[in-house]
């Protein structure tokens, strides 16, 4: 195939909003095979999708690679102001009801200890709320760093230790690349399963997953059901609750799990499985060099089981609930007596007081609720889907050239071995010449480093 017929079939790709593949023959061949059980045909369903462009840019992850020139404080995308707008309105209708009720009936005036004793509690618990979640979020970040360290670790293993039996014979050979092809694909599987099992969603008919485990048996993969399987789109005023923050419009996360009449399984872990069978195959075949790459590979295989166990702990262990509704409740009490002891001093600055104390305190909690579950769909969630975008970027750079030969990169007219002398100029030397100059060369750097700093002394003085 020409390379003409190469870019035309990936800018056609890429006009569609499809991932391209490479068409290796006149066929059009993708790189992975569909399964030759076919998936049965259903409708489309955005939430089901994982690409965030289809997304709604109001309750998708912030793009942290977006530039906004906007001060901080104006910015509304990722702030909790939208969900502040019910419940400061309903604060504002409060002070107003009692400030109007102190000024034209009867003072309703109550002392301002109160105010401090609670503002002493309701800070404290505040604080134990935000410190809480914002461990969780660290935690659900430092575990998907560990697994995008982890997978390039395996796919480095993979590709450059593993052999391909390419002198043995042309076919053998040829099974062992896409073999190892297909281990790194697992690896990008693992890590966009858990992406969904971490946000509920418990197919392997997604959008970005279903390629890369269709030639799987999972359990996930056999329970899809069109009927049962597939969520209903939002209304447009459900979508407006849920960016409101109003709690009786929020669904239930977990819904798709409940509706499954079949076992779903648990994907990562089967993907593990697979992963760990592969690995089996080639220490068998003595593909692998020696102990030491088959333990590092082992060692990984390891990593990415505790990635999986880290995440779903951070998952499936939220604050308890008493804390959370003790803390909610002790704020609402602090927030609604309020407008009672700021109304001897502020009289009618009362109302905007209030709603500029109730924003402070209500908003801080927001956060807490928000950044507890770092892996949702929430503008301050974790943005998963450019991990999984990025890590499957990082694996096809590793599969894009062939593993690497030392004689091909280090024995080269334009390695500079020591800067000036090239390797093929060096190495007509003698051992002994080449160790000589190393030396000359530590010598120099020292002298033009003490020479750069005492010009620099003398700068500074004549200044």
Not at 46 to 57: A, E, F, G, L
Not at 206 to 233: C, I, M, N, R, W
Not at 355 to 375: K, W
Request: hydrophobic fraction near 40%; charge should be neutral; aromatic fraction near 8%.
């Amino acid at each position: 195939m020409s390379d003409t017929t190469t870019t035309t079939s990936l800018q056609e790709q890429d006009a569609r909003g499809k991932p391209p593949y490479v068409n290796f023959n006149s066929q059009a061949t993708s790189l992975r095979q569909p399964s030759p059980m076919p998936a049965p045909e259903r409708p489309q369903n955005p939430r089901h999708k994982s690409s965030i462009r289809t997304q709604d840019s109001f309750t998708k992850p912030r793009d942290i690679e977006k530039h906004s020139k906007l001060p901080y404080f104006l910015r509304l995308h990722g702030s909790i102001t939208p969900r502040m707008l019910v419940p400061l309105g309903f604060i504002g209708l409060w002070a107003t009801l009692i400030t109007c009720i102190s000024e034209f009936v009867y003072e309703l005036v109550v002392s301002e200890i109160l105010l401090t004793v609670l503002g002493f509690v309701v800070g404290l618990g505040i604080s134990f709320r935000t410190s809480s979640a914002y461990e969780r979020y660290v935690d659900g970040r430092k575990f998907w760093a560990q697994l995008s360290q982890t997978s390039r670790d395996l796919a480095r293993h993979i590709w450059i230790h593993v052999d391909e039996r390419h002198e043995a014979d042309a076919q053998l050979g040829k099974a062992d690349l896409l073999g190892k092809v297909t281990a790194l694909n697992l690896i990008l599987a693992f890590a966009v399963a858990l992406k969904h099992r971490l946000r509920f969603e418990p197919y392997a008919q997604y959008e970005d997953l279903e390629q890369l485990v269709a030639h799987l048996s999972t359990f996930a993969g056999g329970a899809f059901d069109p009927e049962t399987s597939e969520l209903k789109p939002k209304t447009k005023w459900k979508r407006g609750g849920e960016y409101l923050g109003l709690t009786f419009a929020e669904s239930n996360p977990r819904k798709a799990i409940k509706r499954s009449k079949k076992n779903l399984g648990h994907l990562p872990l089967e993907i593990l499985t697979y992963l760990s069978s592969y690995v089996n195959a080639i220490v068998k075949s003595q593909q692998l060099p020696g102990g030491v790459q088959e333990a590092m590979v082992m060692a990984n295989l390891a990593s990415l089981n505790e990635v999986l166990a880290g995440t779903e702990r951070v998952l499936n262990t939220p604050l308890p609930i008493a804390y959370s509704i003790a803390i909610s409740q002790i704020t609402w009490v602090y927030v609604i007596m309020l407008p009672f002891q700021l109304w001897h001093a502020l009289r009618w600055i009362t109302i905007p007081g209030t709603i500029v104390g109730a924003y402070i305190i209500l908003g801080i909690a927001a956060i807490g609720r928000e950044i507890e579950n770092p892996f949702g769909r929430d503008e301050n969630d974790l943005p998963l889907d450019k991990f999984c975008e990025g890590l499957e970027d990082e694996l096809n750079v590793i599969k894009a050239k062939a593993p690497p030969r030392v004689e091909e990169w280090v024995v080269s007219e334009r390695n500079e071995v020591v800067f000036g002398s090239s390797y093929m100029m060096l190495k007509e030397r003698s051992t002994e010449d080449i160790r000589a100059g190393l030396r000359a060369r530590t010598n120099v750097r020292a002298g033009t480093r003490r020479e750069h700093g005492s010009r620099a002394d003398g700068e500074k003085e004549e200044v």
